[in-house]
T-cell receptor
């Protein structure tokens, strides 16, 4: 099993550009989520999904869109990148209920 | 909304000294989880506490869950250089299913 796979690992965008961060898991987890990590801010929840076709907002959803068409994939879209979105992004998945979350390797995004 | 606060933000210790990080939630949690992130890495699950007043140990690490299920702590006895990293607590809300992380405590250990 590959676990949680995120692509790309690194990305530089210009302000106003759009892009999609990919996340895939092969553990048949119902629950998937996106976090951003900034110095001193910990991991902040952007969006999450409890199953295919169901998504909801987290703590910091503005500027990001998600969709969950399959159990395996949970892409994160930036429609118009801003410098404030410079961060490290982590995708995580887990089984429904209180179980451990598995994280991807992260995507380091810089918006100039 | 639910908030999870963690202190201290940073801790520098001499190898062999003890270390403790504290976590407090604004709401009652169904469980609390602890993760460790090595520099440049991703968070990795350490343990989950579910019961009020629960105490669990993993070698030199001791985890506690408060009686009211709103606070938790991680204590490391006799730190080693391999303990370096950022330790996060994460609270699971039974209402929403969201896993909300604290700000993390970054531990530096001087050999």
């Amino acid at each position: 099993n590959a676990g949680v796979t995120q692509t790309p690992k690194f990305q530089v965008l210009k302000t106003g550009q759009s892009m999609t961060l990919q996340c895939a898991q092969d553990m048949n987890h119902e629950y998937m989520s996106w976090y951003r990590q900034d110095p001193g801010m910990g991991l902040r929840l952007i969006h999450y999904s409890v199953g295919a076709g169901i998504t909801d907002q987290g703590e910091v959803p503005n500027g990001y869109n998600v969709s969950r068409s399959t159990t395996e994939d949970f892409p994160l879209r930036l429609l118009s990148a801003a410098p404030s979105q410079t961060s490290v992004y982590f995708c995580a998945s887990r089984y429904q209920g209180g179980t451990e979350a598995f994280f991807g390797q992260g995507t380091r995004l810089t918006v100039v | 909304g639910q908030q999870v606060m963690q202190i201290p933000q940073y801790q520098h210790v001499q190898e062999g000294e003890d270390f403790t990080t504290y976590c407090n939630s604004s709401t009652t949690l169904s469980n609390i989880q602890w993760y460790k992130q090595r520099p440049g890495g991703h968070p990795v699950f350490l343990i989950q506490l579910v019961k009020s007043g629960e105490v669990k140990k993993q070698k030199r690490l001791t985890f506690q869950f408060g009686e009211a299920k709103k606070n938790s702590s991680l204590h490391i006895t006799a730190t080693q250089t391999t303990d370096v990293g950022t330790y996060f607590c994460a609270g699971l809300s039974s209402n929403t299913g969201k896993l909300i992380f604290g700000q993390g405590t970054t531990l530096q250990v001087k050999p």
